[in-house]
């Protein structure tokens, strides 16, 4: 943060910290998704411009997948595109997580998806998919929020992309 002197005025761009995570988009459902069992959108966040040389981070709130029949497997998925079309299903893949049976229609399972991302290119414009399906079983699935919270997707600006200085082993 630039330090201003009596008298001074501050421009916009003297004020913003390029370094301090900050949320550029987010996306909200209030309502239970709609039970399927094939591939099934649920919330989508289009039309977020992405600064080349930055690291971003997609997220989404504790979400619950909930079968309609007992012993199903199902998976929520986040998938998304970066040249201003809207993401789909059948978008390219970010983060997913695979459930386990379910054993009951009121034992649902809990989880979150999370996923960094850099842009390859400069002009990126993001859009990113969360949708549900079911791996197997024979009932439909659906996703819900926690209570209060509904279904949120946000992405967040890390800040520079830094390179990577782990060690693989």
Known sequence: ??????????????????????????????TTSTAASAAQGVLRISSITLTFGRRYQIYTNTLIILPS?????????????????NAGT????????NTAVIASTSD??????????TPAAPG?????CLWTQRLAGTGNISILGTVGAGIQIHVDCLGPDVADTGTDL
């Open 124 to 128: 990126e414009i993001l859009s990113v």
């Open 69 to 85: 029949v007992a012993n199903d497997r199902a998976t929520a998925r986040l998938s998304h595109t970066v040249n201003n079309t």
């Open 1 to 30: 943060m630039t330090a201003v002197g009596a008298g001074q005025k501050i421009l916009a761009d003297e004020n913003n910290d390029l370094d301090a995570r900050k949320q550029i988009g987010y996306a909200h459902r209030g």
């Open 108 to 117: 649902g399972i809990s989880g979150s998806l999370i996923y960094t991302y």
């Open 90 to 97: 059948g978008s390219t893949l970010m983060a997913l997580f």
